[in-house]
Each structure stands twice: as C-alpha cells, then as structure tokens.
T-cell receptor, first 111, second 115 residues
Framework: DAKTTQPTSMDCAEGRAANLPCNHS???????VYWYRQIHSQGPQYIIH???NNETNEMASLIITEDRKSSTLILPHATLRDTAVYYC????????????FGKGTKLTVNP | DGGITQSPKYLFRKEGQNVTLSCEQN?????MYWYRQDPGQGLRLIYY???????QKGDIAEGYSVSREKKESFPLTVTSAQKNPTAFYLC??????????????FGPGTRLTVL
C-alpha cells in the first residue's frame, strides 16, 4: 500500500506556479520523499527527492515540513508540457527497494 | 546520450507465444528492474537484479522470466504461463545505494498487446 496521500487532480494556469501537496504522516526517520511524474504513455520521470531539508533543482523545488509529515512539490513556472500524473513516494535507500506508486495527482496545465 | 532504452515501443503477439522485451542501459548502473503497469494503476514490480548473473522475484513474477548476463542488459520474457500479459512494461535502473543515492530511472516503456 502507498504510504502517501495526494489530491486526485489539480489545475494550473500556464506560467503560474504549480504547488502539489503530499501527506506522509507515517514517514519514518530514514525514509526519503521522492517525486516522479508520468506523462501519458511514457515511462515515469524522476523529479526530485529529499530527506528533511528543502531541495531545489532545475525542474522543481521540494518543501518538506519540519515534522516531515507532509511536503509540497513546486513547479515555479508551469508549462503545457508539465501536464502529467505526479507521484509522491516515500522510501528508504538501499536494498533495491521497489517503488510503490499510488494514484498520484493528475496535474492539468491550462493555456 | 546516456539513458535506458526499451524496444520495441509497441508489441503484438498471439496468445500462447512467448515474447522477450529488451532493456538496455548505458548509465553504468548496477541495479535493474522490471515493472508492469495496467490502465489507471500504479507500477507493480516483476523482477529486479542488483548484479550480473543474479536476480530476485518481485511481487508478480509468475509467468515471467529474466536474465542478467551483462550489466547493461536485462531482458524480460513474458511466457505463455502469464494469464493476462497485455500491459505497459517499464524497465528501470539505479546505482547501488552503497555508493550513490539509488534513484531509479525509467525507460520509455513497451506496450504489449496479446491478441
């Protein structure tokens, strides 16, 4: 079972920031928060991950609350190509642990 | 370009035939994985391999077989014993966490349809 809860769908206007929330209230101390996205009929694409500090890369920013029970993925300037299903995943590192994808959030970026 | 390739993108087979899906990576990753995705569903792990000549069953290994003769290749055979083989098959690879973060990177997928 997925250890995360995400809204089923969200809409965002092109050029605006998209903020995708994720609840992971049962996260343990050695578990990381990973974000992937999947554009229709393509393989999942890694976006970003973090443990407890906020992280930023060329694709997005990840904000993790101090208690680590929730996080937000931020796409600062959404484009039409960002329309996809976004998955928030909690997992440890090592041991070749499988990725458990829940339902994710279907983000639609509108012109 | 570094990455993971899967071929073909679309594959059609008659019921009762075995079929092999290709997965190649030039990222020098030690671990490789096969997942299956059904419409509107998440990914389910079929097999994974951490080193050459070694692999482990995932959650839904029945009706599938794999080999890992080379570090860069991890082919998946869908046998006639797999009761519902029509699905989207995804291959992934990752470094081992001992040295690097073991983020998994995915190929483009193969959509298999059994007629």
């Amino acid at each position: 079972d997925a250890k995360t809860t995400q809204p089923t769908s969200m809409d965002c206007a092109e050029g605006r920031a998209a903020n995708l929330p994720c609840n992971h209230s049962t996260i343990s101390g050695n578990e990381y928060v990973y974000w992937y996205r999947q554009i229709h009929s393509q393989g999942p694409q890694y976006i970003i991950h973090g443990l407890k500090n906020n992280e930023t890369n060329e694709m997005a920013s990840l904000i993790i609350t101090e208690d680590r029970k929730s996080s937000t993925l931020i796409l600062p300037h959404a484009t039409l190509r960002d329309t996809a299903v976004y998955y928030c995943i909690v997992r440890t590192q090592g041991g070749s642990e499988k990725l458990v994808f829940g339902k994710g959030t279907k983000l639609t970026v509108n012109p | 370009d570094g990455g993971i390739t899967q071929s073909p993108k679309y594959l059609f087979r008659k019921e009762g035939q075995n079929v092999t899906l290709s997965c190649e990576q030039n990222l020098n990753h030690d671990a490789m994985y096969w997942y299956r995705q059904d419409p509107g569903q998440g990914l389910r792990l079929i097999y994974y391999s951490q080193i050459v000549n070694d692999f482990q069953k995932g959650d839904i290994a029945e009706g599938y077989s794999v080999s890992r003769e080379k570090k860069e290749s991890f082919p998946l055979t869908v046998t006639s014993a797999q009761k519902n083989p029509t699905a989207f098959y995804l291959c992934a690879s990752s470094p081992l966490a001992v040295v690097h973060t073991d983020t998994q990177y995915f190929g483009p997928g193969t959509r298999l349809t059994v007629l």
